[in-house]
């Protein structure tokens, strides 16, 4: 995968964010799956990755998603494997339909800070969409270190809204699925200011940091959960 089409799939914080597409690539039995769904699609990055290998995949988001992602999808020459839905992740319109759902940092944003119980209903929802044996493909942001806490709460304007989560509490959510392998990422990468010094501090990271610091101290949790 090119670094061009790993920045259109990924979108932001590229090479922490990669790190689950690499695991996904490489723990996946892709010749099991023909269909998916990403929830919160945005500008469709991961519907991209999946219709690449030639899956076909229902982008979704609250709503107006095919003016934001249908232009990306023109341009890898993907949309004929790609419709577009508007699909609020709470309350999904399908039951033992996908084999995949795909979602890149949307729990956060749904339902404030405080209220798990909806949150709870988006993994309850996934849940009921996938076909038996259907696997979910998460990847989120996690509370992360005190220090990554208080510089949120300084300079990151969205922090007043955004429920970054523990864990325990991601676990906690996946519950009910037979499975679940969850891998945890990044230390440095989200404070740089551009993408350049994002990824240096991604690379540090790498190199160091991913190895020695606890998980608690990680901002990125990914992983596959298997109804």
Not at 63 to 91: F, G, M, P, R, W
Not at 191 to 208: A, I, K, M, Y
Request: aromatic share 12%; hydrophobic share 40%.
């Amino acid at each position: 995968m090119t670094d061009d089409l790993t920045k259109d799939i990924v979108q932001w914080d590229v090479k922490s964010w990669s790190k689950a597409i690499v695991y996904w690539d490489k723990t996946i039995d892709w010749s099991s799956i023909q269909n998916g769904l990403e929830l919160g699609g945005r500008q469709g990055g991961l519907s991209l990755w999946l219709a690449l290998k030639g899956k076909h995949i229902i982008c979704s988001d609250l709503k107006d998603v095919k003016e934001t992602a249908e232009e990306l999808h023109i341009k890898h020459q993907v949309s004929s494997l790609i419709t577009y839905e508007d699909i609020d992740a709470t309350n999904i319109p399908y039951e033992n339909q996908f084999d995949v759902i795909v979602f890149k940092s949307i729990i956060g944003g749904i339902g404030g800070k405080d209220n798990l119980e909806i949150k709870q209903q988006v993994f309850n929802e996934i849940y009921k969409a996938l076909k038996p044996g259907g696997k979910l493909l998460f990847a989120e942001n996690l509370i992360a270190s005190p220090f990554h806490r208080y510089l949120r709460k300084r300079f990151v304007r969205w922090d007043d809204y955004w429920k970054y989560l523990s864990i325990n509490e991601m676990n906690d959510f996946l519950k009910d699925f037979s499975s679940v392998d969850l891998k945890t990422t990044g230390v440095l990468g989200t404070f740089g200011r551009t993408e350049g010094q994002r990824n240096f501090l991604s690379s540090v990271d790498n190199l160091f940091l991913n190895r020695i610091c606890p998980n608690s101290w990680k901002y990125i949790c990914y992983g596959v959960a298997v109804k």
